[in-house]
C-alpha cells in the first residue's frame, strides 16, 4: 500500500520540482526585494506624512524586510553573475515552528541537508553539504553577522536555529558556488548562506503561536510589535520555549530563545539598527550506529539513558574483561548517555547612512558569547573510588566564545558603475577543555546537566585567539543595456595562536599532548569576476570565477592543533591554507510564469587538509592530518519554477555532482590510504527535489519528494549508504473573517518522512575513516520515522 502511493505521487509530479504558490512571481526582482518593497513604500509615505522622510531604501544592500505577503518563492537569480537562489520567508514559515531554515533550503540545486530529528534542528547531526564542500568550508551570515563554520564543536559562532527564531526570518540567498567578496567568512571555498530577520512592522501588534505533535512535541511562540513610535522608531520582542521527546530512547531536545530588534531614523541619511538575541539549548543525541549495528539490531537502536544498571554492567564487563550482558556485543554497543548544551548572547548594531545620491554606506558592531558543553558518559574512564566508584564517568567537552567585530561598506555611483568598497575585522578569544566527572555508584545521573566544577581530570584544556583582517573591493559595471560585469577581489589575513595548557588528574598536573604554536592564512588577491548578458527580457547567460582560501580553525577537535605535538611538528612548512577556484558557466529563462535554470561548474580543491578519526568518537583521540593534495569537484545544477495553472505550481530540482581526491594520503614516502580518484566523502552524485504546491490565498500545500543518491563514509569509498528517497507533506488554512477571534488565525499540519521510510540521515556524525570493511565504525544517525505536527497561529492588532 506503502508502494501504491509513493509511486502515485510520483507518476503526478513532472520531473521538476515544486515552489509553493508563485502567484505573484517577479521576473526581475528577487524575494527579499518583493517582499519588503510594499512595506517599504508604506512606511515611506506614512514617514512623510508626518512630516518627516524616511531614510532610503537603497542606502544598504537589505540585511532585513518586513515581510507580509503570503506567497512562497523561489526566484532563481535573474541578473545575477552568478548561480544565486532567495527562498521567501513564508516557504521558510510553512514547516513546523522551530525548523531549521536548512530544511527549506534543502531543496535548492546542489543542496544536501541532513538531520536525524524532524526539525533539523537538532545539531550533533545537522550536515549540510553543497557541491563537496561541508559546512566547514561555506560561508554562513545573519543579517550580514558571521555565524561561522556551524560545526558542532563550534570555535568561532553559532548555528542560525540559536541566532533567530525561525518565527522571524526574512528571505534566505544561497549561492553555491562563491560568496560575494564582501561576505563576512573566512572559510567560504564552496558557496555562501546569507540569513536575514523581519524589521519591526509599522503597526501595534501581537503574534502567538502554538504547536503539538509527535514525541510530545509542543512549542509556544509570542512576539510583540510596538507600532511607529513618535520620533519614528519601532521594535519587536519574542520568546519562544520548545519542548520535545527524542523520537526513540529516553531524553528531551529543549530551547527557550528570546530576539528583539528596533529601527530607529536619525535624521533625513541615518538610520540606527538594533538586534539581540540569547538561547538556552540542551538536547540529549541519538546512539551514533554503524552499518553492522543497523543490520543486528535496527534503526532503533540508542542510548539506555534511564536503564543506569545496564550502563554498569557494560562497564564492569569491559573494565574486568567478562561477558558482556545479553544482547551487548562489546562497550561501543550502547552508552549510558549523551548530550549537547549550549547558551548564547548575540547582538549587533548597524548605522545606515546616505551622504548624496551618489554614496551611501553602513558600519556595523557585533558581538557574542557562548558557553557549552558536549557530554558522554564513557565506560572507559571509571569514577575513583573516593569519588563514588561508578564504573562510569561523565566526560565533556567544554567550550567558551567571546568574540567582537566590526563590518564596514561604502557604495559609490557614477556614470554606469557601482563601486563598493568594505572591511571586515573579529577578534575571537575560544577556550575548549577535555574533562571528566565523577558519578556515584547508585542512584541515575541527571541526563542534561551544566558541568562546571568538580571535575577529577582534565585531559587537556587550550586557549585559542584567532585574529580576522578582510578587506574588498568591487565594481558592477553596466556596459550596455544587456551587459553586465561583476569585477573585484578581497585580501584576508587571518592570525591563530594556541596555548597548550597541562591537564590533571586528582590534582596532579599531567603533561599535554597537544601543540602550542602560531599559524597564519594570508592572502592578498582573491579575485572574483563574472558577466550577466540578457539577450531578451527572457534569456540571459552568466560566467564568472572565483578564488577563495580558508583560513585554519583554531580548536582542539578540528583543524591543525586537533593533532598531537608530533603531529603539528610533522606539519610544520608543509602546511598551507585550502585553496579553491570556481569557475561557472550557467543559463537563465524565465517570465511571469515560469523560471528555469542551468549551471555547470568546475572547482579545484587545493591543500586539501583531511582529519582521520582515530578509534570510537567516545575515546576522543587526536585525528590523524594529512595534507592530501588536491578535490576536484565538477557537475551541473538544473532548476524548474512553473505556475502551470492558477493557485498551482511545480518546483524541480536536479543536481549531478562528480567530487573526487585527486592524490593518494602519503606517510613517510608510502601510501597510507589508496584514495586517489575516489568520491568525496558524505556528498551523493545525484541530488533530485520534486515539490508541488497549490495555494488560493486560504486554502496552501504542497507536497516535496527529495532523492538523495549513496554517500560514502570511507575514504577509500569501501563503506556507503544507499540511496533514499522521502517524501514531506505541509498543509494549511488561513481563515478570512472579520470576526476577532478568526481575524488574522491560521494553522498547519505538517507531516515529516510521509511514508514512514527507514534510512539513514547523517553519515560522518562522528567523522570519516580511510576504510570500514567489517562495517563497524559509528558514524551513522538513522532518520527519524514518520511524525506529524499541528499549529496553530494569531495576529491581533
Not at 515544486?18 to 515611506?44: G, L, W
Amino acid at each position: 500500500m506503502k508502494l501504491r502511493h509513493r509511486l502515485i505521487i510520483s507518476a503526478s509530479l513532472p520531473a521538476l520540482l515544486v515552489a509553493t504558490h508563485p502567484t505573484a512571481m517577479a521576473q526581475n526582482v528577487t524575494v527579499a526585494q518583493r517582499d519588503a518593497a510594499q512595506p517599504e513604500q508604506k512606511k515611506t509615505r506614512k514617514l512623510q506624512s508626518a512630516g518627516r522622510r524616511a531614510v532610503p531604501t537603497a542606502v544598504t544592500p537589505k540585511t532585513s524586510v518586513e515581510a507580509k505577503s503570503p506567497e512562497s518563492i523561489i526566484v532563481l537569480g535573474a541578473g545575477q553573475a552568478r548561480e544565486t537562489q532567495t527562498i521567501s520567508r513564508t516557504a521558510i514559515q510553512e514547516y513546523t515552528p522551530g525548523t531549521s531554515p536548512f530544511k527549506a533550503l534543502s531543496k535548492l540545486p546542489g543542496v544536501m541537508f541532513t538531520s536525524s530529528d524532524p526539525l533539523g534542528s537538532y545539531e550533533w547531526s545537522q550536515q549540510i553539504i553543497i557541491r563537496g564542500f561541508d559546512q566547514s568550508r561555506l560561508g554562513f551570515t545573519f543579517d550580514g553577522v558571521p555565524l561561522g563554520n556551524l560545526a558542532y564543536g563550534n570555535d568561532n559562532g553559532l548555528s542560525i536555529g540559536r541566532a533567530l527564531q525561525t518565527e522571524n526570518n526574512g528571505p534566505a540567498t544561497l549561492t553555491q558556488g562563491a560568496g560575494a567578496v564582501g561576505v563576512a567568512a573566512s572559510n567560504d571555498l564552496g558557496g555562501a548562506l546569507q540569513f536575514t530577520s523581519i524589521d519591526p512592522s509599522d503597526k501595534f501588534g501581537a503574534d502567538v503561536s502554538g504547536t503539538i505533535g509527535s514525541a510530545s512535541t509542543w512549542r509556544t511562540f509570542a512576539r510583540i510589535n510596538s507600532g511607529l513610535l513618535k520620533g519614528g522608531g519601532k521594535f519587536y520582542v519574542s520568546y519562544d520555549h520548545q519542548d520535545a521527546n527524542k523520537w526513540k530512547g529516553d531524553g528531551v531536545q529543549r530551547q527557550d530563545q528570546a530576539n528583539a530588534k528596533y529601527v530607529q531614523p536619525l535624521g533625513d541619511n541615518l538610520k540606527l539598527t538594533v538586534f539581540g538575541d540569547w538561547s538556552k539549548r540542551a538536547e540529549n543525541d541519538y546512539q551514533d550506529l554503524s552499518l553492522a549495528q543497523i543490520k543486528t539490531y535496527g534503526y532503533n537502536l540508542d542510548n539506555i539513558t534511564g536503564n543506569y544498571a545496564r550502563a554498569k554492567q557494560i562497564a564492569y564487563a569491559y573494565q574486568n574483561g567478562t561477558a558482556f550482558p545479553k544482547g551487548i556485543e562489546n562497550q561501543d554497543t550502547v552508552y549510558y548517555n549523551a548530550g549537547g548544551l549550549r547558551e548564547d548572547a548575540m547582538g549587533y548594531g548597524k548605522l545606515d547612512f546616505r551622504v548624496n545620491n551618489r554614496l551611501s554606506g553602513y558600519v556595523m558592531g557585533y558581538g557574542h558569547t557562548n558557553t557549552g558543553e558536549g557530554v558522554w558518559v564513557t565506560p572507559y574512564t571509571a569514577t575513583p573510588a573516593q569519588l563514588g566508584g561508578s564504573p562510569l564517568s561523565t566526560r565533556t567537552t567544554e567550550y567558551d566564545i567571546h568574540r567582537a567585530g566590526f563590518i564596514g561598506s561604502l557604495t559609490y555611483k557614477i556614470a554606469n558603475h557601482a563601486i563598493e568598497g568594505g572591511f571586515w575585522f573579529e577578534n575571537n578569544n575560544f577556550n575548549q577543555a577535555r574533562r571528566f566527572y565523577p558519578l556515584a555508584l547508585d542512584g541515575s545521573p541527571s541526563s542534561t546537566h551544566w558541568y562546571r566544577d568538580n571535575a577529577f581530570a582534565t585531559q587537556w584544556q587550550s586557549a585559542f585567539n584567532t585574529k580576522t583582517y578582510q578587506v574588498h573591493l568591487g565594481d558592477t559595471w553596466k556596459i550596455t543595456p544587456k551587459l553586465k560585469v561583476n569585477y573585484g577581489f578581497k585580501s584576508l589575513i587571518v592570525d591563530n595562536t594556541a596555548r597548550a595548557m597541562n591537564g590533571s588528574y586528582l590534582g596532579t598536573p599531567m603533561p599535554t599532548a597537544y601543540p602550542s604554536g602560531s599559524l597564519n592564512a594570508t592572502n592578498g588577491f582573491l579575485p572574483q569576476v563574472g558577466a550577466n548578458y540578457r539577450f531578451n527580457h527572457n534569456h540571459e547567460i552568466f560566467v564568472d570565477y572565483a578564488r577563495n582560501m580558508a583560513a585554519f580553525d583554531s580548536a582542539q577537535t578540528s583543524g591543525p592543533f586537533s593533532t598531537t605535538v608530533a603531529g603539528f611538528q610533522a606539519l610544520q612548512g608543509k602546511l598551507k591554507p585550502e585553496m579553491s577556484n570556481t569557475e561557472e558557466l550557467g543559463y537563465r529563462y524565465h517570465t511571469k510564469t515560469f523560471q528555469a535554470t542551468v549551471t555547470g561548474y568546475y572547482v579545484e580543491f587545493g591543500n586539501r587538509l583531511l582529519a582521520v578519526t582515530q578509534g570510537v568518537g567516545i575515546q576522543g583521540n587526536a585525528s590523524v592530518l594529512s595534507n592530501v593534495g588536491g578535490v576536484i569537484s565538477r557537475g551541473i545544477d538544473t532548476a524548474v519554477n512553473w505556475q502551470f495553472a492558477p493557485n498551482w505550481s511545480i518546483f524541480a530540482s536536479y543536481a549531478f555532482n562528480n567530487s573526487f581526491y585527486e592524490d593518494d594520503v602519503m606517510a613517510d614516502g608510502k601510501v597510507s590510504a589508496a584514495i586517489k580518484g575516489k568520491n568525496v566523502v558524505g556528498m551523493p552524485r545525484n541530488l533530485a527535489n520534486v515539490q508541488l504546491g497549490y495555494d488560493d490565498g486560504q486554502i496552501w500545500g504542497n507536497v516535496l519528494m527529495q532523492i538523495q543518491d549513496r554517500r560514502y563514509y570511507t575514504y577509500t569509498n569501501d563503506a556507503y549508504v544507499p540511496a533514499n528517497d522521502v517524501f514531506n507533506l505541509n498543509l494549511g488554512y488561513r481563515f478570512k473573517s472579520h470576526n476577532f477571534w478568526l481575524r488574522g488565525l491560521d494553522t498547519q499540519i505538517n507531516v515529516s518522512n510521509l511514508f514512514n521510510k527507514r534510512y539513514v540521515a547523517t553519515v560522518g556524525s562522528n567523522g570519516f575513516i580511510n576504510s570500514d570493511p567489517s562495517g563497524t565504525f559509528q558514524t551513522l544517525q538513522a532518520a527519524a520515522p514518520r511524525m506529524v505536527f499541528f499549529t496553530i497561529r494569531k495576529h491581533f492588532n
